[in-house]
């Protein structure tokens, strides 16, 4: 699976790449006079006063640093993003209230900048500054925003799912895609209201966003996702598939599995093996990745 797990950190690689590239502003959108969201204010009572000088000089900072992180990353240099990851969290977190406040009342440029440097963080305390950054008008800060809340989900803070769910149907793919990454993790079977637009997720001609889907419905655990998830073991892309099967066997319902037989002789290597550790997990049993064996088994024990 070692490889599998490389594909994943080129597909979120790839999904920052659009969040870091997009909208290249010049160093003048430093300036306040780009329609800045009015949001709830950060307290800044108690901090000593930065001037604009020293203010410019740490965004540019956050961005550079930021870029070299997502850079080691597409060139397949995980340990140099690792190393570069402690330094940002390090830094953040030096700079937190800073950071918080640029991601409210800075140009597009640096809000989207702080954040993407939020998620580094760690702290459940940044969770709400970037819920409120969902509603910013520039798609950029959005989807830094939801790579943050990402990142924070992985590291063991608790993310709410419900305000991230209504970007499943928003106009633009990589906003529908990086909030279902977010879902992937946030949803518990808690989120029982998440049901429909999950599923309807399912069905989003996106293939990003049908993978994540896939792995919050199995989060869910809700058994009337299967004949969602079962429809996907066709879907043209193979990780959708595999999150798929690994979805089925979380949910454990045997009504999944005679589907999970029919598609055990996936073409894709990878795909069979997923269906074949579901239909483990789900009946208990240790057959070998042969399908006529577990066609005689569930012949026996339907």
Known sequence: ????????????????????????????????GDGAMERSAISTEGLPPESERLATERRLQLERSVDQWFLAYQQQEFSKADGLATHLEQYVNNHLAAIERDVQTSSPRFRKVAAAALGF???????????????????????????????????????????????????????????????????????KDLFLP????????DAGVRLHAAVALGALGEPDAVPFLVKALDDPKA????????????????????????HLDD????????????????????????????????????
């Open 1 to 32: 699976m070692g490889g599998y797990v490389a594909m994943n950190r080129i597909l979120t690689a790839l999904v920052l790449a659009l969040m870091l590239t997009a909208c290249a502003e010049t160093a003048s959108d430093s300036s306040e």
């Open 121 to 191: 963080s760690g702290k459940e305390e940044v969770v709400p500054v970037l819920i409120g950054a969902l509603k910013d008008p520039f798609q950029d800060v959005v989807l830094a925003s939801l790579l943050s809340l990402w990142r924070l989900s992985l590291s063991g803070v608790k993310v709410p799912a419900q305000p991230v769910a209504p970007l499943l149907g928003h106009s633009v793919a990589d906003i529908r895609s990086n909030a279902a990454m977010v879902l992937a993790h946030a949803v518990t079977p808690a989120d």
């Open 198 to 205: 999950l599923t309807s997720a399912m069905e989003d001609e």
């Open 239 to 262: 990780l959708v598939r595999i999150r798929s099967a690994y979805a089925l066997g979380r949910i454990g319902s045997r009504a999944a599995v005679p589907a999970l037989i029919d």
């Open 267 to 302: 073409p894709n290597n990878d795909v069979s093996k997923a269906i074949h550790k579901a239909l483990q997990t789900i009946t208990g049993q240790k057959i070998p990745r042969l399908k006529h064996e577990w066609k005689n088994y569930w012949k026996e024990n339907a």
